[in-house]
C-alpha cells in the first residue's frame, strides 16, 4: 500500500484544465488520459483502500481488480480497435491516429500502474506469496 500511496501522493499527478487536456504522471513519466483511465485509476486506488482497511476482503478486492482491468481492455479494444465508438458516440465519424495514440497511452498507463498495485497486494496477503 505504501508504494501505491507514494504513487498518488508524490509522483502520480492528475491535471486537467478548460480545454480537456488531461495528463497522469507515473514515476516522472507523462502520459496524455482519458476521462475514462481517470476514473479506472481512482477505482483501482478505492479498491486498494478498502483492501487496505478490511483485510478480510484482500482476495475478494484482488479478483474484483482483475475483473475491473479485464472489462477496461476489452471495452478500450472494441471502442477503438473494433470501431464500436463511432456507433456510440453520433460526433465521431472515424477512429483517427490520434484516438489510437491515446488508447496507447491509457494502456500505458494501467500497464506502469499493475507492477505498483502488485507490490501493494504481496504486502497485504496474509501468507505473503508472490503473485
Not at 486506488?45 to 482491468?69: E, H, M, Q, S
Not at 477512429?95 to 501493494?120: E, Q, S
Request: aromatic share 4%; charged share 20%.
Amino acid at each position: 500500500f505504501n508504494n501505491l500511496d507514494r504513487l498518488r501522493n508524490g509522483s502520480q499527478s492528475l491535471s486537467s484544465s478548460k480545454c480537456e487536456k488531461r495528463e497522469i504522471v507515473i514515476q516522472g513519466r507523462k502520459y496524455k488520459a482519458v476521462h475514462s483511465v481517470l476514473v479506472l485509476v481512482e477505482m483501482l486506488f478505492d479498491l486498494l483502500k478498502i483492501a487496505n482497511r478490511l483485510p478480510n476482503l484482500t482476495a475478494d478486492v484482488l479478483g474484483c481488480i482483475n475483473v475491473l482491468l479485464k472489462v477496461f481492455n476489452s471495452s478500450t479494444e472494441q471502442l477503438v480497435l473494433g470501431a464500436k465508438a463511432i456507433t456510440t458516440i453520433p460526433k465521431l465519424k472515424t477512429i483517427t491516429t490520434k484516438h489510437l495514440a491515446l488508447c496507447a497511452h491509457c494502456l500505458d498507463i494501467v500497464r506502469a500502474l499493475i507492477p505498483h498495485l502488485k507490490a501493494a497486494f504481496e504486502q497485504m496477503l496474509p501468507n505473503k506469496k508472490p503473485l
